[in-house]
């Protein structure tokens, strides 16, 4: 490789903690957020919403932009407006000042997450291997760093534009200096989409139809990690009876997993394929489900949970990866409409399990996202661009040693 190419794999990973930071300490402190502003708990889930839904603007924006633009030119001025609409989050008086700066925030995330997965599915393409899922674990990074800084901004009872300021001073120019060495689609700095492939999956367009499975996939990997987002810590306070301080650790424990799982899995991916890899996630995240609902306390709940974070860590990344070689003369675009698909996720997820809760139990709401991440398995075939290639869509030989690849388990 490169230094070239090991630079902007280096930068582009920085790109993606900042990432993870800035929204931790977003949807970290909602509560603090609701306090400053005086927002009421009817209105709350509106701007709440509008987050994603803007997001999902941002990313079909995106998809257009990048026909003129390369990808990087779009995530080196995404990144600071997204750090910058979050210290005005922490920097508003007035309801119309926080929905202005949520609505920056969420249009440049959209432009952020689409733009990021772009440049990293290409990125794997030069490299020739598996490198997706580094990535995602460096947002997974960020995450932590992202709740521990609000935990302290919590604990120091820190104003919300004391607590992002320093966050922001440090990563803003960092992620400037860094956007030097991002790396387009050709493996050249600032260079513009790779040359399309003649004909079927490989041609200009997205055919949807093709792309419908990995967008049910997205789906369905963002409904059960708002799931424990979200409802983890009630889960475990009201339903299995944990102290509130035992009830915040849950989502902690589900940050690390996922950084753990996705730190190894580009080897699991390189040695026995994308498919296996998706497979074998989808069900440790089911058995992680089914343990949540059914378990006896506050511990085996907190098992249960970090299973789902094992499992549906390595989901997320193989499915942009596979967008990525369906479509390798538009894999822009697909990666920009598959990227939609996590916002809707998020969208369903959180009101879905709260709804079954509120009518059924949460106990049988637990059960939902367990069956639907079952529903990945039908769709693992999509995650393999045939049945000769490995995960990483690069032809490998017929060995008994790799001849499992990406035929699955």
Known sequence: MTDVLRRGRASLAFSFFAQGVAFALLVTRIPAIQDRYDVSDGLLPAFLAAVPILA???????????????????????????LLALLGVGAGDGLWE?????????????????????????????YGRSIMLGFHAAFSLGGIVGASLAWVGAHWDLALFVSYLPAVLVLLPAALVG?????????QKGAQAVEPAPGGAGGTGVAFKLLLPLCLVMTIAYIGDSTVSNWSAKYLQDVLGSSEQLATVPYNVYMVTTLLGRAVGDFG??????????????VVAAVGFAVVAAAPGAWVGMLGFTLVGFGLCVIV?????????????????????????????FLIGSPLVGALGDAWSYRGAMLVPMALVLVTLFYARSFASGPSRYGDGHERPRTADVGRGSNGL
């Open 179 to 187: 956007s030097r060495w991002y790396v387009d689609a050709s493996g």
């Open 56 to 82: 999902g603007v941002g990313s079909v924006c995106t998809e257009h932009l990048v026909k003129r633009v390369p990808p990087s030119h779009v995530l080196r001025w995404a990144q600071p407006v997204v």
């Open 317 to 345: 990344p193989q499915t942009f990866a596979a967008a990525g070689r369906l479509f390798p003369g538009a894999a822009d675009a697909a990666v920009a409409r598959l990227n939609i698909f996590n916002y809707v996720g």
């Open 98 to 126: 926080l929905g202005l700066a949520l609505a920056a925030f969420g249009l440049a995330v959209g432009a952020l997450d689409a733009s990021m997965n772009m440049l990293g599915v290409s990125l794997q393409h030069t």
């Open 269 to 282: 991916v390189r040695r026995f394929g994308a498919v296996a890899v998706v497979r074998v996630g989808a």
